[in-house]
């Protein structure tokens, strides 16, 4: 079949046809952070941020004493003085007069579309640092300050590949430098059940288990002491594992997209805490011309209460 002679069609008017564009912007970016969000928050009064940790003497069986004895007395254990250095993040945003004020799909206000979406890649930026292997630097006029990441913050309670290396401590578990990579090996339920039991046994009371996307379905196949059924009337396949019920308690399965994939974390949460020298704030810059400029930012650092009661699996495969 053909088209008519003469038939005014939409390729003869295209100028006159209003384009189609929905008033929806679709973003599939994800936005969560959760270590960020399921660890305390406290407050920085300085670059330097500084806390203290405490011990017990170690239980003694041996704890008889002879009525009426003279007593002798201990020498008194000082607290450990720990620290990280605050980093600062930020995002930056202007739009010109002119785009703020044109008709748009999607958003009135383009401005205030511009802060809303920088201030998720802040939070974003934000978690991927806590989570990152680096370690705090004092910063300089041309060097920007840097805080400890959570890798380098554990050094008692690891498994690792006979390659690898903790964080070192700088002093009083203070991390000195950046964990070493090793050759990367299989996530199994025995490395898992390995550091939960050295984190109870350090004082832990560990209650999340945050790790990348890969080896949270590896943690999904751990069977524990158990079988699974699914009855076939059900039509309903359980794949995962939210809950892992340990010898010293449950803890929460947590994937995390802004971690290394390649390590695996056993934490408890109220042990750290995001330390914020200047939180989240929205100022304005000078206008230089025709048009607004804004900036988000936040001043911060990791707060590791006391390592001792957290752990890592390391150097676990990816793919």
Request: aromatic share 8%; with cysteine.
């Given at each position: 079949?053909?088209?008519?002679?003469?038939?005014?069609?939409?390729?003869?008017?295209?100028?006159?046809?209003?384009?189609?564009?929905?008033?929806?912007?679709?973003?599939?970016?994800?936005?969560?952070?959760?270590?960020?969000?399921?660890?305390?928050?406290?407050?920085?009064?300085?670059?330097?941020?500084?806390?203290?940790?405490?011990?017990?003497?170690?239980?003694?069986?041996?704890?008889?004493?002879?009525?009426?004895?003279?007593?002798?007395?201990?020498?008194?254990?000082?607290?450990?003085?720990?620290?990280?250095?605050?980093?600062?993040?930020?995002?930056?945003?202007?739009?010109?007069?002119?785009?703020?004020?044109?008709?748009?799909?999607?958003?009135?206000?383009?401005?205030?579309?511009?802060?809303?979406?920088?201030?998720?890649?802040?939070?974003?930026?934000?978690?991927?640092?806590?989570?990152?292997?680096?370690?705090?630097?004092?910063?300089?006029?041309?060097?920007?300050?840097?805080?400890?990441?959570?890798?380098?913050?554990?050094?008692?309670?690891?498994?690792?590949?006979?390659?690898?290396?903790?964080?070192?401590?700088?002093?009083?578990?203070?991390?000195?430098?950046?964990?070493?990579?090793?050759?990367?090996?299989?996530?199994?339920?025995?490395?898992?059940?390995?550091?939960?039991?050295?984190?109870?046994?350090?004082?832990?009371?560990?209650?999340?288990?945050?790790?990348?996307?890969?080896?949270?379905?590896?943690?999904?196949?751990?069977?524990?002491?158990?079988?699974?059924?699914?009855?076939?009337?059900?039509?309903?396949?359980?794949?995962?594992?939210?809950?892992?019920?340990?010898?010293?308690?449950a803890l929460t399965a947590v994937p995390n997209r802004f971690q290394q994939a390649r390590s695996a974390y056993v934490l408890q949460p109220?042990?750290?805490?995001?330390?914020?020298?200047?939180?989240?704030?929205?100022?304005?810059?000078?206008?230089?011309?025709?048009?607004?400029?804004?900036?988000?930012l936040a001043e911060y650092t990791l707060e590791s209460r006391n390592q001792a009661a957290s752990g890592g699996i390391f150097d676990l495969t990816t793919s």
């Amino acid at each position: 079949m053909s088209q008519p002679s003469n038939t005014y069609d939409s390729y003869d008017n295209a100028n006159s046809i209003k384009e189609d564009i929905q008033d929806i912007i679709y973003n599939i970016s994800p936005t969560d952070t959760p270590f960020m969000s399921g660890i305390g928050k406290s407050k920085a009064t300085a670059v330097l941020h500084e806390w203290q940790t405490d011990a017990l003497a170690a239980a003694a069986s041996d704890n008889h004493q002879i009525e009426g004895d003279e007593i002798a007395f201990a020498a008194p254990t000082a607290t450990a003085r720990i620290n990280n250095r605050t980093q600062i993040s930020r995002k930056s945003v202007i739009v010109s007069g002119t785009l703020d004020s044109v008709s748009k799909a999607g958003r009135n206000n383009e401005l205030a579309y511009q802060i809303s979406k920088a201030s998720k890649e802040l939070k974003r930026d934000m978690e991927t640092t806590l989570c990152h292997n680096q370690t705090h630097h004092a910063g300089s006029d041309t060097a920007a300050r840097k805080l400890s990441g959570l890798p380098t913050w554990i050094q008692a309670n690891t498994n690792k590949a006979a390659n690898g290396a903790n964080g070192q401590s700088g002093g009083n578990d203070t991390p000195g430098h950046a964990r070493t990579d090793g050759t990367q090996r299989a996530f199994t339920e025995a490395q898992l059940k390995d550091v939960v039991k050295q984190c109870w046994d350090n004082g832990g009371d560990p209650s999340m288990i945050m790790l990348g996307s890969f080896n949270k379905q590896k943690l999904s196949g751990f069977t524990g002491g158990s079988t699974r059924f699914d009855p076939a009337e059900n039509k309903r396949l359980v794949a995962s594992v939210d809950i892992y019920e340990s010898d010293f308690g449950a803890l929460t399965a947590v994937p995390n997209r802004f971690q290394q994939a390649r390590s695996a974390y056993v934490l408890q949460p109220d042990m750290f805490a995001v330390s914020f020298l200047r939180d989240f704030q929205l100022a304005d810059l000078a206008q230089s011309g025709d048009a607004q400029k804004k900036f988000l930012l936040a001043e911060y650092t990791l707060e590791s209460r006391n390592q001792a009661a957290s752990g890592g699996i390391f150097d676990l495969t990816t793919s």
